[in-house]
């Protein structure tokens, strides 16, 4: 034997080798149980192939073989007997967990490690021993790696000879030499890698394409593990053809190939080229079938995999949509196992990004059970349907629904107290759901206020950055919750944010600045006082494209009726970095950026910065061409800047602000007419505009009429 044992008898050539393969299960558990420690071994050695056969398992199972291999493990008497008895325990803790989990990893635990000089002797047999030995040597290898020692097994050079054996080994070696790779990738990334630069993938593909059923089985599960979290293996998986065979198992598979290829195929899901393909072959039709009559374990692994397909996938939402696999996700979240609740929480949490399917789930009235599982749930379930909850407010009707159910009740509750992960989703889910004044008020009411602004002081970075965009929805339009949010310490711990949190982090602390200083003249002094504008300025001038914007959302709204605050925002150099955003910023920055000059604009030292940073100009520019939310807050801003100043109002007749502002009055929304009025009004208290005003719109007249005329 590749382990030598000094308690073992020594065993023959035809021991090492036994063609006795057909002898039955019942006789060979009773061997075990009965006989001699070399008997025992050998006949354990017949055994540990029927294993991979699940209607001799369920023989081995009726013959108490569960019993017989437990106390083999315990009595101790031979190394090798005790890993060849772990080996078919393994099986028994997957099969609906005919052996509790718990034991077995007691089980596990009770027998030593290998040696290096017995793993050694391993890998001599796996390479150079006999095709006898090395149909033993690849048995002791796989119950060696369901042992453990994955890490020492792979330095001491197992994978080579196991991925020879895939190529051209014995049927037996094959067979074992493929589950001996899953249980070396299982959970250990450096295996994957190692594994898959040796070759495995290619062997293995062909394995499902023509292997035996038992081959099938093992090589899909090898597949699945190797492709866990390894873009570079799923990349080859794909690239070597795995896909269609495998979604021909989820077709027409056994019940156990059915089970792993959903899970191979959920783990291969990981890029745009792999999931396409799945699509196209069919698979995803073939994973809503399993998520309806499947078995158990088949249903959660094709809920995994409809959910990794799905993320970020219009093109297969609508597929499962179409084939109907919401429904029978919202099934499994009102009365799956535990497993299926969790993963069908979590796909329709995918699905549920586009309004159309938020309102799909709500009407296949898949918002209680998700709610009851926030409520309720195991800590999996919570955060999952946490997850789901927060993607389906995107719809309004959605909204309402959830807090009916009592669902804001029980996301405060997870912001309050749930795992780390729970916390982010709930907190996110708050922001989405406030939507309107009665949830912002219940969320408030429910505690959520003080727990959202706990998050956003001493939370994980996660929790903080939705935190704050939560405490900023909450303040949107809602003055009772921009109160408590400043009494609850929300403010200073918002701009310790900008100030020096992640780039998410300051982004939404400053959208929820901006909010919270809106309609409330208190939070403007508040900022300022716990010296929120210098930070925001800083982003305005050097932040990303979505922090320049909602920091120059926030100056503006801090600016707004406070000259302090508007002095205090030049004085930090604000206007120059906002006039750089309203000539060269993004659609949105620039519209914030005018707005913000227009507020900054409240007497004559800050009006006159902006004319002198070159803020006129840029302005001017938006009114002739820029979108209509942009030329209505550029008129606005132009008007303000002329209010009572007239070399400004003489600077921007000069840059051509005239003829376009005329034009806004003439065939503008209403909002920029009213701009534009405003503004040509300030400018007419110039003499010269106000002749050229005059003129403009004589000349508009006249147009206007010559065109009726020719008409």
Same mark, same amino acid.
């Given at each position: ?62 013959? &108490? #073989?569960?019993?017989?291999?437990? *106390? ?21 803790? =997957? ?73 051209? #080994?014995?049927? +037996? ?48 599960? @090898?597949?699945?593990?190797? @492709?866990?979290? =390894?873009? *570079? ?15 021909? %198992?989820?077709?027409? #598979? ?19 080229? &792999? ?27 094709? /809920? ?10 219009? /093109? ?8 109907? #696999? ?6 499994? !979240? ?15 949490? =995918? ?8 309102? *799909? ?11 009851? +599982? ?14 789901? +909850? ?9 909204? !309402? ?36 004044? /009665? ?13 959202? !602004? ?49 780039? +998410? ?30 930070? %925001? ?10 922090? $320049? ?12 009726? =406070? ?67 942009? $030329?209505?807050?550029?008129?606005? @801003? ?12 003489? $600077? ?20 920029? $007419? ?11 208290? &110039? ?25």
């Amino acid at each position: 034997m590749a382990f030598p044992d000094s308690e073992a008898p020594a065993t023959t050539e035809k021991d090492a080798a036994p063609s006795d393969s057909d002898t039955s299960v019942a006789v060979l558990v009773d061997t075990i149980a009965t006989t001699t420690a070399g008997e025992q071994q050998h006949a354990l050695l017949l055994l540990v192939p029927k294993w991979f056969d699940s209607q001799e398992r369920q023989q081995i199972y009726e013959a &108490n #073989g569960i019993h017989v291999l437990s *106390e083999v493990i315990a009595s101790g008497d031979i190394y090798t007997t005790q890993l060849y008895a772990l080996k078919c325990l393994r099986w028994s803790a =997957n099969d609906d967990s005919k052996l509790p989990e718990s034991a077995f990893e007691e089980l596990r635990a009770s027998i030593r490690e290998a040696t290096p000089q017995e793993l050694l002797s391993l890998v001599n047999v796996l390479q150079h021993g006999s095709e006898a030995e090395k149909d033993d040597g690849v048995v002791l290898c796989a119950a060696t790696a369901t042992r453990g020692q994955l890490d020492a097994l792979r330095d001491v050079g197992v994978v080579p000879p196991l991925v020879e054996m895939l190529r051209n #080994g014995t049927a +037996l070696q094959t067979l074992c030499a493929a589950n001996a790779l899953c249980a070396l990738a299982r959970g250990n990334e450096d295996n994957r890698v190692v594994i898959g630069r040796e070759g495995a993938i290619s062997p293995l593909v062909a394995l499902v394409r023509n292997g035996t059923d038992g081959q099938k089985l093992q090589a899909v599960s @090898a597949l699945g593990y190797l @492709a866990s979290e =390894n873009a *570079e293996n799923c990349l080859a998986i794909g690239r070597e053809g795995a896909i269609s065979p495998l979604v021909a %198992l989820l077709r027409a #598979g056994t019940e156990e190939q059915k089970q792993w290829a959903a899970f191979a195929l959920g783990n291969i899901a990981i890029n745009d080229a &792999n999931c396409m393909e799945i699509a196209r072959d069919g698979g995803i039709t073939s994973l809503v079938a399993l998520v309806r009559a499947g078995t158990d374990d088949q249903k959660v692994e094709a /809920a995994v995999a409809l959910g990794k397909l799905a993320f970020d996938s219009d /093109a297969t939402c609508v597929e499962i949509a179409r084939e109907g #696999g919401i429904s029978s996700l919202v099934a499994l !979240v009102r009365a799956g196992t535990d497993q299926q609740k969790q993963s069908a929480a979590l796909t329709l949490g =995918n699905i549920a990004e586009d309004d159309d399917y938020c309102v *799909e789930i709500a009407r296949d009235v898949g918002i209680s059970p998700l709610v009851a +599982l926030v409520r309720a749930g195991t800590y999996e379930q919570k955060q999952w349907a946490a997850f789901a +909850l927060e993607n389906n407010p995107f719809n309004d009707a959605n909204c !309402v629904e959830i807090a009916r159910d009592g669902g804001i009740s029980s996301l405060v509750a997870l912001v309050r107290a749930g795992t780390a992960e729970q916390k982010v989703w709930a907190a996110l889910a708050l922001g989405h759901i406030a939507v309107n004044d /009665a949830n912002c008020m219940e969320i408030a009411r429910d505690g959520g206020i003080s727990s959202l !602004v706990a998050l956003v002081g001493a939370g994980t970075d996660q929790q903080k950055q939705w935190a704050a965009f939560a405490l900023g929805k909450l303040s949107f339009h809602n003055d009772a919750t921009c109160v408590e949010i400043a009494r609850d310490g929300g403010i200073l711990s918002l701009v310790a944010l900008v100030r020096a949190g992640t780039d +998410l982090e300051k982004q939404w602390a400053a959208f929820a600045l901006g909010h919270l200083v809106f309609t409330n003249d208190a939070n403007r002094v508040g900022v300022a006082h716990d010296g929120g504008i210098s930070p %925001l300025v800083a982003l305005v001038g050097a932040g990303t494209d979505e922090q $320049k914007q909602w920091a120059a959302f926030a100056l503006g709204n801090i600016a707004l009726c =406070n000259d302090a605050n508007c002095m205090e925002i030049a004085r930090d150099g604000g206007i120059s970095p906002l006039v750089a955003l309203v000539r060269a910023g993004t659609d949105e920055q620039k519209e914030e950026a005018a707005l913000a000059l227009g507020y900054i604009a409240f007497n004559d030292a800050t009006c006159m910065e902006i004319a002198r940073d070159g803020g006129i100009s840029p302005l001017v520019a938006l009114v002739r061409a820029g979108t209509d939310q942009q $030329k209505q807050e550029a008129a606005f @801003a132009l008007g303000q800047l002329s209010f009572n100043n007239d070399a400004n109002r003489v $600077k921007i007749a000069h840059d051509g602000g005239i003829s376009p502002l005329v034009a806004l009055v003439r065939t503008g929304t209403d909002e920029q $007419k009213q701009q534009a009025v405003v503004a040509l009004e300030n400018l007419a208290k &110039n003499d010269a505009n106000s002749a050229a005003i005059a003129r403009l719109r004589a000349s508009n007249r006249s147009s206007l009429r010559h065109a009726r005329f020719q008409m």
